[in-house]
């Protein structure tokens, strides 16, 4: 079974640039998350689909970034304008959920882009 | 604030010991616990869930749930030099749209040869 895939792997901008990530999450996986990790933390979500539809967002910078799944399938993460502080590594993480108990979000991430704002 | 809480380390143990790691979470509607293992430079690999109050064991790794007290603790037997990474531990509710998790900082685990 293939991995969740993303690209691409590092990404080098300057500030005020814009830039753009994709994921394509594993096969059947209806539910699609996009994390940020900043060294030395732990990822923190920054948006949550289930199908095309979000679920969560509540700590996405909206002002600067915006993410999308149109077709429920793969999903890109944009940021415009970035900042210094936007330098982290994204991370694409996938989960097949079912509905009520026992649908545990077991979730799996693919290999991260990692990202430098000079 | 949902939080998730660890020792940053480092957690240094000799080959072959056994390597304890522990995690407190703030939120008690908390129904699923993994842990996850993180090599530098490289992204999360699930290594445990656990779901119910006790013991869960998977190879060298027993995962240990206690809601009561809000801790849930991994434990890797005879060490190797291999399982030198840092170590995740997340909590989240159950599937459906309550499925995102909260994750600690981590802790460093370095098992010396």
């Known amino acids: 079974e293939a991995g969740v895939a993303q690209s691409p792997r590092y990404k080098i901008i300057e500030k005020r640039q814009s830039v753009a990530f994709w994921c394509n999450p594993i096969?059947?996986?209806?539910?699609l998350y996009w994390y940020q990790q900043i060294l030395g933390q732990g990822p923190k979500l920054l948006i949550q689909?289930?199908?095309?539809?979000?679920?969560?967002d509540s700590q996405l910078p909206k002002d600067r970034f915006s993410a999308e799944r149109l077709k429920g399938v793969d999903s890109t993460l944009k940021i415009q304008p970035a900042k210094l502080e936007d330098s982290a590594v994204y991370l694409c993480?996938?989960?097949?959920?079912?509905?009520?108990?026992?649908?545990?979000?077991?979730?799996?991430f693919g290999p991260g882009t990692r990202l430098t704002v000079l | 604030q949902k939080e998730v809480e660890q020792n940053s380390g480092p957690l240094s143990v000799p080959e072959g010991a056994i390597a304890s790691l522990n995690c407190t979470y703030s939120?008690?509607?908390?129904?699923?616990f993994f842990w996850y293992r993180q090599y530098s430079g490289k992204s999360p690999e699930l290594i445990m869930s656990?779901?119910?109050?006790g013991d869960k064991e998977d190879g060298r790794f027993t995962a240990q749930l206690n809601k009561a007290s809000q801790y849930v603790s991994l434990l890797i037997r005879d060490s190797q030099p291999s399982d030198s990474a840092t170590y995740l531990c997340?909590?989240?509710?159950?599937?459906?749209?309550?499925?995102?998790?909260?994750f600690g900082k981590g802790t460093k685990l370095s098992v010396k040869p």
């Open positions: 993480a996938s989960s097949f959920v079912g509905q009520g108990r026992g649908s545990y979000n077991e979730q799996f």
């Open positions: 096969s059947g996986h209806a539910t």
């Open positions: 689909f289930q199908n095309n539809g979000v679920v969560d």
């Open positions: 939120d008690r509607g908390s129904q699923s």
């Open positions: 656990i779901y119910s109050n």
């Open positions: 997340a909590v989240g509710n159950y599937g459906g749209s309550q499925g995102n998790l909260i």
